[in-house]
T-cell receptor
């Protein structure tokens, strides 16, 4: 079955540091890939997505590139802020676009210190 | 953006009782709603998918008689945990997908923390 593996947290960084959160996946089909963010006390929000190989999703300074050859979708940001502190989930959908339920990674808790 | 609410946000109940959790799409019509369960430090696990007006589709290993799902309208789905036991204690999250083509992504509710004593 489908699965998503992402790096364990918590990840603690100083403000303005470079961020990478690794995510790899296994899927039977040709999935769409997503990063969701969950701020304290709030629901999951879509951060970015990519639907085909070599696509780059980007939003709020975050980027992730769909790498089919390495089955990866690593999340990066060049300069993090305290407000980026949250839990980040990598996810995939085999039906592309969210038609079916999503398969999630365990989440990575990111803590940015001033 | 699209907003999904859940009620209650927290519930504590005694073992053997039933608990109903509501999921509402506040500003769009949700043809499909999903129910997830999240254990501490674990990923969200899809429990079931419900389409408005039809029976829910449950994932393997999820007891349909234990977790009753109703999606009677385009803005409301309910999850009822029947005869709850301590092992049912978890964080339950719903998401909703709209009917218009532009709303293909899932929008998530804030979750409901269930504690069964």
């Amino acid at each position: 079955g489908d699965s998503v593996t992402q790096m364990e947290g918590p990840v603690t960084l100083s403000e303005e540091a470079f961020l990478t959160i690794n995510c790899t996946y296994t899927a039977t089909g040709y999935p769409s890939l997503f990063w969701y963010v969950q701020y304290p006390g709030e629901g999951l929000q879509l951060l970015l997505k990519a639907t085909k190989a070599d696509d780059k999703g980007s939003n709020k300074g975050f980027e992730a590139t769909y790498r089919k050859e390495t089955t990866s979708f690593h999340l990066e940001k060049g300069s993090v802020q305290v407000s980026d502190s949250a839990v980040y989930f990598c996810a995939l959908s085999d039906q592309g676009g969210g038609a079916d339920g999503l398969t999630f990674g365990k989440g990575t808790h990111l803590i940015i210190q001033p | 953006g699209a907003v999904v609410s859940q009620h209650p946000s927290r519930v504590i109940c005694k073992s053997g009782t039933s608990v109903k959790i509501e999921c509402r799409s506040l500003d769009f019509q949700a043809t499909t709603m999903f129910w997830y369960r999240q254990f501490p430090k674990q990923s969200l696990m899809l429990m079931a998918t419900s389409n408005e007006g039809s029976k829910a589709t449950y994932e393997q290993g999820v007891e349909k008689d234990k977790f009753l799902i109703n999606h009677a309208s385009l803005t409301l789905s309910t999850l009822t945990v029947t005869s709850a036991h301590p092992e049912d204690s978890s964080f339950y999250i719903c998401s909703a997908r709209g009917r218009q083509g532009g709303k293909k992504e899932q929008f998530f509710g804030p979750g409901t923390r269930l504690t069964v004593l």
